[in-house]
C-alpha cells in the first residue's frame, strides 16, 4: 500500500522519506541554520511590474519567484498548505505570517525554531518597509512595494 505526496500527488511507498517525483522531505524535524551575512552583497534586481507590494524570493530553491501581497494573511513555511511554501528543513512547517494592518503590511513570527530575521536582526513582529531584506530559515525574500 503506498501514500501520495502532499505537494504533487505521486505515489509514495511507505516509510520513504522524500518524494521520488518532487523531492518534497516527508519526514523529519526543522534544522538549525546561521544567519546569513548580508553586507557587501548586492540584491537580485527585482522582477519587471510587482504587485501592489509583493515578496520576492533573491536567495534558496525558489529564486526570483514573486508573491504579490493583498488584503488576505500570507502564510510562510515548509507546510504545502502554506501561501508561501519553502520547502527546506531550516523553514518551520508554519514559521511567519504577512498581515495587512491599515496602509502597512506587518510579518510575525509564528513561534518558529531558527526565528525571522530583517534586515539581520531577530524580530518577532515588524512593520515592512520597501527593501526590507527577510531571511526565513536559508531564503531570503524582499520586500517591494509599486
Same mark, same amino acid.
Given at each position: 500500500m ?33 544567519p ?14 510587482p ?20 488584503e ?9 498548505? %502554506?501561501?508561501?511554501?519553502l520547502?527546506?528543513?531550516?523553514v ?30 531577530n ?16 531564503? %531570503? ?5 509599486a
Amino acid at each position: 500500500m503506498s501514500e501520495t505526496c502532499p505537494v504533487c500527488g505521486a505515489p509514495v511507498a511507505p516509510g520513504e522519506t522524500v518524494c521520488g517525483a518532487c523531492g518534497f522531505k516527508l519526514l523529519g524535524t526543522t534544522q538549525r541554520f546561521e544567519p546569513i551575512d548580508l553586507a557587501g552583497e548586492a540584491p537580485a534586481p527585482a522582477p519587471a511590474a510587482p504587485a501592489a507590494a509583493a515578496l520576492t524570493v533573491l536567495r534558496g530553491r525558489q529564486a526570483g519567484a514573486s508573491y504579490a501581497l493583498g488584503e488576505e494573511p500570507v502564510t510562510i513555511g515548509r507546510s504545502p498548505q %502554506c501561501t508561501v511554501f519553502l520547502n527546506d528543513m531550516t523553514v518551520s512547517r508554519s514559521h511567519a505570517a504577512v498581515e495587512r494592518e491599515g496602509d502597512a503590511y506587518v510579518i510575525r513570527d509564528d513561534n518558529s525554531f531558527n526565528g525571522v530575521w530583517i534586515n539581520g536582526a531577530n524580530v518577532e513582529a515588524k512593520v515592512l518597509v520597501p527593501g526590507d531584506l527577510i531571511q526565513i530559515g536559508s531564503f %531570503c525574500l524582499r520586500y517591494d512595494e509599486a
